[in-house]
């Protein structure tokens, strides 16, 4: 008869990374600003997260931006978004800059790009929206 093979052990999945990890995780690849208003007040900054996924163990800190309350609300509301190409902000129109108070035109002055397939599949959404 032939030899049984040992099964090798598993390795255990990794834990699910905390809020507070992916926070840092994000504010590490960004930067502890807004991306739109550079407001560095950190306490005020959060995660925003370009793509909606269930448990945090699978977000990538590509798919996500550092953001204020205010343009939080305003990507949440889908009253702007970003072209996953060029990185240019677009606004609908009832709403523009000034009314947002954003102070950039475009991400690149980012130290590192924000994923282009997350963005496109938010841009996706604000257009049918």
């Excluded at 990794?14 to 600003?33: C, H, I, N, T, W």
């Excluded at 798919?63 to 190409?85: S, Y």
């Excluded at 129109?93 to 938010?122: F, G, M, W, Y």
């Amino acid at each position: 008869m032939g030899q049984r093979r040992a099964r090798r052990p598993q390795k255990p999945a990794a834990p699910p990374r905390s809020k507070k990890q992916l926070r840092e995780d994000v504010f590490l690849q960004y930067g502890a600003e807004c991306a739109l208003c550079r407001l560095t007040v950190t306490e005020l900054l959060s995660p925003y997260w370009l793509l909606v996924q269930q448990g945090s163990d699978s977000r990538d800190a590509q798919d996500a931006l550092v953001l204020c309350p205010l343009h939080h609300q305003a990507m949440n509301v889908q009253l702007l978004a970003i072209h996953p190409e060029t990185f240019q902000v677009a606004y609908r129109i009832h709403v523009d800059k000034q009314a947002l108070r954003v102070e950039v035109d475009d991400l690149t002055h980012l130290p590192n790009p924000p994923s282009n397939a997350a963005l496109a599949t938010r841009r996706t959404a604000w257009e049918s929206h």
